[in-house]
């Protein structure tokens, strides 16, 4: 059975996210989401705990998509899943997606999908949102992820 696992820090998870889940899902028979927890990316709005509850409640409409948290390498992960390919978003930083996926390649054998980004939703990032949410501009950063989300980052902005 065909396994592929998208990994990301999802924080927050936004339309891009979830367009390149559900085009994934379309090509695979299972599919995990893997919220991994970047030591190199500063603390973000969400909990790991927050970020795989509203990941799996923005995915809930696709029966074969699983979200679990993770913490170290992608590969290892995928290899206690049984993942036969990565999915990463092909989207404005196809470059390092690319660097990624050669290692990927190299180091465990396991090949990556690049899905390509929706021309609406390619500029799109958790970045940008939490930017967004940072200067107050929540209504604008609501419109970039799924609904589930919204009072999530509303929630979030009522705390600062």
Do not use: W
Not at 13 to 18: A, I, Q, S, W
Not at 23 to 47: C, D, E, I, M, W
Not at 70 to 95: I, M, P, Q, Y
Not at 132 to 160: F, K, N, S, W
């Amino acid at each position: 059975m065909p396994v592929a696992l998208y990994a990301g820090s999802f924080d927050p998870v936004h339309l891009g996210h979830l367009g390149v889940i559900e085009s994934a899902a379309r090509l695979y028979q299972q599919v995990v989401v893997a919220v991994v927890a970047n030591p190199k990316k500063a603390r973000g709005l969400f909990t790991v705990s927050e970020r795989v509850r509203l990941l799996t409640d923005a995915t809930a409409h696709l029966p074969t998509v699983r979200t679990r948290h993770f913490e170290g390498l992608t590969v290892d992960l995928a290899r206690d899943e049984g993942a036969n390919v990565l999915v990463r978003s092909a989207h404005k930083e196809t470059a390092d997606e690319l660097s990624m996926a050669a290692m990927n390649l190299i180091t465990a054998d396991i090949p990556t999908t690049l899905v390509p980004a929706d021309q609406l939703t390619r500029t799109i990032s958790s970045s940008l949102i939490r930017q967004l949410v940072a200067a107050g501009h929540i209504a604008a950063a609501q419109e970039l992820v799924p609904a589930c989300v919204r009072q999530a980052l509303a929630d979030v902005a009522a705390l600062t």
